[in-house]
């Protein structure tokens, strides 16, 4: 079994950053991808960021130049740095990681979410 444990959530005003943090554990071989999901009150989980083992990150166009997905290998631990920050962003943000388990099977996992509120 993995578990994900997130944090870094909270309230900021406008223009303002938060950072938020994703610890992965458990029956891990590797992890390939790692990623960030959000999804707004009304509409569709969303893809923010995520960045495969080789280093290689993508980010979806409303976050471009304002967010950097980044990861620790040694300590299975995702990043997502949020800079200024819109009212539209607001949302719970899913860790999400794709691993290859003891078992040498691929599986993915969803952390609990954690709510990003940004005032204006």
């Known amino acids: 079994q993995v578990q994900l444990v997130e944090s870094g959530g909270g309230l900021v005003q406008a223009g303002g950053s938060l950072r938020l943090s994703c610890a992965a554990s458990?029956?891990?071989?590797?992890?390939?991808?790692m990623a960030w999901y959000r999804q707004a009150p009304g509409k569709q989980r969303e893809l923010v960021a995520d960045?495969?083992?080789?280093?290689?990150?993508n980010y979806a166009d409303s976050v471009k130049g304002r967010f950097t997905i980044s990861r620790d290998n040694a300590k299975n631990t995702v990043y997502l740095q949020m800079n200024s920050l819109k009212p539209e962003d607001t949302a719970v943000y899913y860790c999400?990681?794709?691993?290859?388990?003891?078992?040498?099977?691929?599986?993915?996992?969803w952390g609990q979410g954690t709510q990003v509120t940004v005032s204006s």
């Open positions: 458990g029956s891990i071989r590797s992890i390939n991808t």
């Open positions: 999400y990681i794709l691993i290859v388990d003891s078992d040498y099977v691929l599986r993915n996992y």
């Open positions: 960045v495969r083992s080789g280093g290689s990150t």
